[in-house]
T-cell receptor
Framework: ETGVTQTPRHLVMGMTNKKSLKCEQH?????MYWYKQSAKKPLELMFV???????ENNSVPSRFSPECPNSSHLFLHLHTLQPEDSALYLC????????????FGSGTRLTVV | LAKTTQPISMDSYEGQEVNITCSHN???????ITWYQQFPSQGPRFIIQ???TKVTNEVASLFIPADRKSSTLSLPRVSLSDTAVYYC??????????????FGTGTLLAVQP
């Protein structure tokens, strides 16, 4: 375990379903992030939260809705996804100081059918 | 954000030292240089971070010349388990500011027996 826990590890959902991904960290970090990694592609930054406030939305479609109720928890709500949204979704957190970089979770492998 | 350029792939043998060089010609004064390692279907793992000169930890060394326009990750005596994708990133990582790390394609290191 890295200190950043993501659930579920695997998720299969239909295009009309609504589901949520959860990320939790107890490292004392104040910044949290969502990344998407499609097959054979670089990680794509989706959202950035600093002190619970969203500071970056990297032109992500509205069918992805993030929520950050506190500095330790981050959610990604999913609805009416498309098959091309199938990917590994990674959560990360970091400290304010910038030292020691980001800590990533193990990811949620999402398959949209 | 400073763009990075690194080789797409490298091959090595067990027990050898591996050096992966990254170019970042447009690095800004406040940018750190950070390297990550990623295994398939897992989140990237922080390896090392530096600002200038040389940094060493129990896993690797990072060499940064005076002009900071490039950096070299050095992995001593690699083993088969070091086969992974290695990412070089530059950027600010201060909570409260626009802190985001943009991943490139990375370098796929393949270690042979």
């Amino acid at each position: 375990e890295t200190g950043v826990t993501q659930t579920p590890r695997h998720l299969v959902m239909g295009m009309t379903n609504k589901k949520s991904l959860k990320c939790e960290q107890h490292l004392g970090h104040n910044a949290m992030y969502w990344y998407k990694q499609s097959a054979k592609k670089p990680l794509e930054l989706m959202f950035v939260y600093n002190f619970k406030e969203q500071t970056e939305n990297n032109s992500v479609p509205s069918r992805f809705s993030p929520e950050c109720p506190n500095s330790s928890h981050l959610f990604l709500h999913l609805h009416t996804l498309q098959p091309e949204d199938s990917a590994l979704y990674l959560c990360a957190s970091s400290a304010r100081s910038g030292l020691n970089g980001y800590t990533f979770g193990s990811g949620t492998r999402l398959t949209v059918v | 954000l400073a763009k990075t350029t690194q080789p797409i792939s490298m091959d090595s043998y067990e027990g050898q030292e591996v050096n992966i060089t990254c170019s970042h010609n447009n690095i800004a004064t406040n940018d750190y240089i950070t390297w990550y390692q990623q295994f398939p279907s897992q989140g990237p793992r922080f390896i090392i971070q530096g600002y200038k000169t040389k940094v060493t930890n129990e896993v690797a060394s990072l060499f940064i010349p005076a002009d900071r326009k490039s950096s070299t990750l050095s992995l001593p005596r690699v083993s088969l388990s070091d086969t992974a994708v290695y990412y070089c990133l530059v950027g600010q990582n201060y909570g409260g500011a626009t802190n985001k790390l943009i991943f490139g394609t990375g370098t796929l290191l393949a270690v042979q027996p």
